[in-house]
């Protein structure tokens, strides 16, 4: 039986930045150019929301694997940053007529401060 809530404490890093940038397409200055970053209200480089998604969707996945994700409500109070201990999580927090809603988080260990938070809707695979 997989778990019901999974939690992983791991550091991002500026190189974890700039390949996400590449796999993707947005290379938004305030993601990659740390000297740009440096002058903007966040002080240096900034997490893209996507990267967190994806860390978050692998550990929905574990709650529920096998299942596609149908949908997700996300939000991002507050910036991530590089070399920041975080915590990712995923809890089973509900389900009904095959859909499982997991609620997903990641968060700054040192001061507890919620970067990312939301809910995803996981179905049966196609």
Not at 16 to 29: Q, V
Not at 90 to 95: D, K, P, Q, T
């Amino acid at each position: 039986m997989p778990p019901t809530h999974i939690s992983i404490d791991r550091s991002l890093t500026q190189a974890e930045f700039d390949l996400f940038a590449r796999l993707s397409g947005d290379d938004n200055p305030i993601h990659v150019d740390p000297d740009f970053s440096s002058r903007t209200r966040f002080g240096r480089t900034v997490a893209h929301g996507l990267f967190l998604c994806s860390i978050l969707r692998g550990l929905a996945g574990q709650v529920r694997p096998g299942a596609r994700q149908l949908s997700k409500d996300v939000r991002f109070p507050a910036p991530t940053y590089t070399g920041e201990m975080m915590r990712f999580t995923a809890e089973l927090v509900g389900e009904a007529d095959g859909i499982a809603q997991v609620a997903v988080k990641a968060q700054r260990v040192a001061d507890g401060v919620v970067t990312c938070e939301g809910v995803f809707e996981m179905g049966a695979a196609a």
